[in-house]
C-alpha cells in the first residue's frame, strides 16, 4: 500500500518569507501526487497535482511543488508567505494503476506571522 | 457548476444510534468516496462507488456501510455508534475518464457521538 510522510506537523513562517512544506511517499513506481489545503471548518481543495507531464508543478495562490524521483519527494513550496495562506496542508498519494484510493498525510499546519 | 454537496453539515449522536451522511457529487461524476478525518489528522478512506458498484473498501469495520443511487448521490451509514466514530466525514466526487483521478471534496459532516 502507498503512504505518505509529511515531516513537521507544525510549521511558522513570517509574513513575506519562504514557505517550505515536506511531503515524501513511499511508492517504486511514482504515483499520482496531490497537494491539498484545508481551511478551518471546510472540505479540501486542490492547490496542485503531479501527474508525469512537468516534474515543476504550479499550482493555484502561488504554490508550487517539485516531484523528485530519487528522493521520493513532493516537497509544497511559496517563495513569499501571505496571512491568508494559514490553513491546513495535506499531501495525497493515488496509484496508477487503479487510482481508486487516495492516501494522505498526516498534515502541516501552517502558521503565518505577521 | 455546483460543488460537492453534503447534508447535514453537522450532527449530535449518543453511542449506539446509527447515522446516515448524504453526499451529491458534482454534475457528470460517476464516482463517489467517503473519508474520515479525524481531529488532527489527515482523511481516511472508507469506501468508492462508481456506477452504484463498490469499487473499494478502506480498513474500516462493518458498521459502516454505503451505498449509490442512480443519479450517482452516495450515503453513508454508521451503525452502533462509538465514541471513536466523532469525526469529519467527507465526501469526494471524481470522473473515472480522467487518467488523474483528481478527487473534488465537499465540505464534509462533523459527526459528534457523546
Known amino acids: 500500500a502507498q503512504s505518505v510522510t509529511q515531516l513537521g506537523s507544525h510549521v511558522s513562517v513570517s509574513e513575506g518569507a519562504l514557505v517550505l512544506l515536506r511531503c515524501n511517499y513511499s511508492?517504486?513506481?511514482?504515483?499520482?501526487l496531490f497537494w491539498y489545503v484545508q481551511y478551518p471548518n471546510q472540505g479540501l481543495q486542490l492547490l496542485l497535482k503531479y501527474t508525469s507531464a512537468a516534474t515543476l508543478v504550479k499550482g493555484i495562490n502561488g504554490f508550487e511543488a517539485e516531484f523528485k524521483k530519487s528522493e521520493t519527494s513532493f516537497h509544497l513550496t511559496k517563495p513569499s508567505a501571505h496571512m491568508s495562506d494559514a490553513a491546513e496542508y495535506f499531501c495525497?498519494?493515488?496509484?496508477?494503476?487503479?487510482?481508486?484510493?487516495?492516501?494522505f498525510g498526516t498534515g502541516t499546519s501552517l502558521t503565518v506571522i505577521p | 457548476d455546483a460543488g460537492v454537496t453534503q447534508s447535514p453539515t453537522h450532527l449530535i449522536k449518543t453511542r449506539g444510534q446509527q447515522v446516515t451522511l448524504r453526499c451529491s457529487p458534482i454534475s457528470g461524476h460517476k464516482s463517489v468516496s467517503w473519508y474520515q478525518q479525524v481531529l488532527g489528522q489527515g482523511p481516511q478512506f472508507i469506501f468508492q462507488y462508481y456506477e452504484k458498484e463498490e469499487r473499494g473498501r478502506g480498513n474500516f469495520p462493518d458498521r459502516f456501510s454505503a451505498r449509490q443511487f442512480p443519479n450517482y448521490s452516495s450515503e453513508l451509514n454508521v451503525n452502533a455508534l462509538l465514541l471513536g466514530d466523532s469525526a469529519l466525514y467527507l465526501c469526494?466526487?471524481?470522473?473515472?475518464?480522467?487518467?488523474?483521478?483528481?478527487?473534488?471534496f465537499g465540505p464534509g459532516t462533523r459527526l459528534t457521538v457523546l
Open positions: 511508492s517504486s513506481v511514482p504515483p499520482y
Open positions: 469526494a466526487s471524481s470522473d473515472p475518464r480522467s487518467s488523474y483521478n483528481e478527487q473534488f
Open positions: 495525497a498519494v493515488s496509484d496508477r494503476g487503479t487510482g481508486n484510493q487516495f492516501y
